[in-house]
């Protein structure tokens, strides 16, 4: 009956490694994905006939970098 190797391999390890970076990237985005989603669900209804354009914060914060 042959035993398994109680050593642990290189490419265990970089598995294991891997999967753990992973959650830990995927945990740390959780709280601010669920901000995101609350703050898309926040914005104004568009209109039905024109006048959907309005200087947003996202939109000032665009031409603040096209200054040159």
Do not use: C
Not at 8 to 28: C, I, N, P, Q, W
Not at 33 to 44: E, F, N
Not at 48 to 56: A, D, I
């Amino acid at each position: 009956m042959s035993q398994k190797n109680p050593r642990l391999s290189r490419r265990t390890f970089l598995a294991g490694a891997a999967t753990v970076g992973a959650a830990a990237a995927s945990a740390a985005m959780l709280p601010e994905s669920r901000q995101a989603a609350q703050t898309a669900t926040d914005a104004k209804p568009i209109p039905k006939s024109g006048g959907g354009y309005h200087l947003s914060e996202h939109v000032k914060r665009y031409y603040k970098t096209t200054l040159v």
